[in-house]
């Protein structure tokens, strides 16, 4: 059966998977609320934590955390996978969320160098992994448990909801830090303001905790056959040429992505000079756009299949990613919002597909495992990767659109497995077709 052919699942109440729906994309808020507000900060707290004459080189060494940060999540993804696919995906999923706040609250509440001396980036650096250590069980198992309740005929459009989620994290983010840099003196920014969108990080935890209590067990019956074993070994015995795929496709998803929606941020500041704080609106703007277009994408991919949805996103990101680029270095503000928006609008088609087809490669008893994995191998490839890589082609090549060749890369991998899922005609678990 091919990754069209979902058309069987159980009939579950609407308002039922609607909750499970929300609650998992409210979940992954607070996770991506922490990776971009990171991503965001870091031309502020560069100097702060990682104090030296050259200011690039002060940034890069707080990239490399941002970078090193995603390198714990594959571990991450595979003991909440493994909690998740012998105990249950809720349980798995209310300690990703309550770790993730707490760490993002940490965040906050460091000394600096000044402070602390060397001991700061050293905190820094452990919190961080922290960080993705939760965060390495949080976006697989939120797309598990919602591709498990979600009808065989509308799994795109409530699976949109986990992108969603994801990005409005970002979007949050950007705005918060864009009220603060609109309400405080640069000096204050840069002293103390900095701090309080990682503060305020610990009440949006409460709520994605409340909110991920509703969630029930998809598959109450986890573990209770005992025939499958660890989920990981399961996983790379049984299907490793779905893990395969599912990382390929992500490879394309996380570069273009992460290059679109934390690397032009910095770049507009940085390297082409704009305002910090009109940059921060305009990145909120363009990310909230691209969230409103996710539930229209989510139902054109179950219209036209998901592979199909994945192939205009990847085309759209290697088409217009070098343009966009373009007109952002004319120095006007409105072109390099209409380049910008051209870039990240990509993400409404590819995520949504992506988080769509990874949980339907596997079995129950492995899938949570399996998303996980091949989700966080491929943001530890191209995702947490992307500022510093983009930043680093920048400033080694001169060329302010060497950040392209990087995304066209990723999408390419990624349009070779679409390509390799068309050719054979990916079957999907059985379980997951129900």
């Known amino acids: 059966m091919s990754l069209r052919d979902i058309e069987s699942a159980p009939a579950r109440t609407a308002s039922g998977v609607r909750r499970v729906a929300l609650a998992g994309g409210i979940g992954t808020l607070i996770e991506y609320y922490d990776y971009a507000l990171y991503g965001y900060v870091s031309t502020i707290i560069a100097p702060l934590f990682f104090p030296g004459q050259d200011p690039v080189a002060s940034l890069l060494s707080v990239l490399a955390v941002f970078a090193l940060s995603y390198i714990i999540r594959p571990v991450g993804g595979i003991v909440f996978g493994w909690i998740g696919d012998q105990f249950g995906r809720r349980r798995a999923l209310l300690i990703t969320v309550v770790g993730i706040g707490l760490a993002n609250t940490a965040v906050g509440l460091l000394p600096t160098y000044a402070v602390a001396g060397v001991l700061a980036p050293l905190l820094l650096v452990v919190v961080r992994i922290a960080q993705g250590f939760f965060a390495g069980g949080e976006v697989g198992g939120a797309a598990t448990v919602i591709a498990e309740a979600a009808p065989g005929d509308r799994k795109a459009r409530y699976g949109a909801f986990v992108p969603m989620g994801t990005n409005a994290g970002f979007a949050v983010a950007s705005a918060a830090v864009g009220v603060m840099s609109g309400l405080?003196?640069?000096?204050?920014?840069?002293?103390?303001?900095?701090?309080?969108?990682?503060?305020?990080?610990?009440?949006?935890?409460?709520?994605?905790?409340?909110?991920?209590?509703?969630?029930?067990?998809?598959?109450?019956?986890?573990?209770?056959?005992?025939?499958?074993?660890?989920?990981?070994?399961?996983?790379?015995?049984?299907?490793?040429?779905?893990?395969?795929?599912?990382?390929?496709?992500?490879?394309?998803?996380?570069?273009?992505?992460?290059?679109?929606?934390?690397?032009?941020?910095?770049?507009?500041?940085?390297?082409?000079?704009?305002?910090?704080?009109?940059?921060?609106?305009?990145?909120?703007?363009?990310?909230?756009?691209?969230?409103?277009?996710?539930?229209?994408?989510?139902?054109?991919?179950?219209?036209?299949?998901?592979?199909?949805?994945?192939?205009?996103?990847?085309?759209?990101?290697?088409?217009?990613?070098?343009?966009?680029?373009?007109?952002?270095?004319?120095?006007?503000?409105?072109?390099?919002?209409?380049?910008?928006?051209?870039?990240?609008?990509?993400?409404?088609?590819?995520?949504?597909?992506?988080?769509?087809?990874?949980?339907?490669?596997?079995?129950?008893e492995v899938r949570y495992t399996g998303t996980a994995l091949a989700t966080n191998v491929s943001v530890v490839i191209a995702g947490g990767t992307a500022p510093y890589v983009g930043t680093w082609l920048v400033r080694e090549t001169h060329d302010l659109r060497s950040p392209y060749y990087f995304v066209a890369t990723t999408c390419l991998i990624g349009l070779i497995a679409v390509a390799t899922m068309w050719k054979r005609r990916t079957p999907v678990s059985r379980t997951a077709q129900r």
């Open 184 to 364: 405080l003196a640069t000096q204050q920014l840069e002293s103390w303001g900095w701090r309080i969108p990682f503060l305020i990080g610990l009440p949006l935890t409460v709520i994605c905790y409340l909110a991920r209590r509703m969630i029930p067990d998809t598959n109450p019956h986890l573990g209770q056959s005992g025939k499958h074993g660890f989920p990981l070994v399961s996983a790379l015995r049984s299907y490793p040429a779905a893990l395969l795929k599912a990382t390929a496709l992500g490879i394309g998803v996380q570069g273009a992505a992460y290059i679109g929606s934390t690397f032009i941020g910095i770049y507009l500041v940085t390297d082409l000079n704009y305002p910090r704080s009109w940059v921060y609106w305009l990145t909120a703007a363009v990310t909230i756009i691209a969230v409103l277009l996710m539930p229209l994408t989510g139902a054109l991919a179950d219209r036209i299949g998901s592979l199909n949805v994945a192939l205009i996103g990847l085309a759209g990101y290697a088409l217009i990613t070098y343009p966009g680029l373009v007109l952002m270095d004319f120095g006007n503000f409105a072109l390099a919002a209409i380049g910008y928006l051209a870039i990240v609008v990509n993400m409404s088609f590819l995520q949504v597909a992506s988080f769509t087809v990874t949980p339907q490669l596997f079995d129950d």
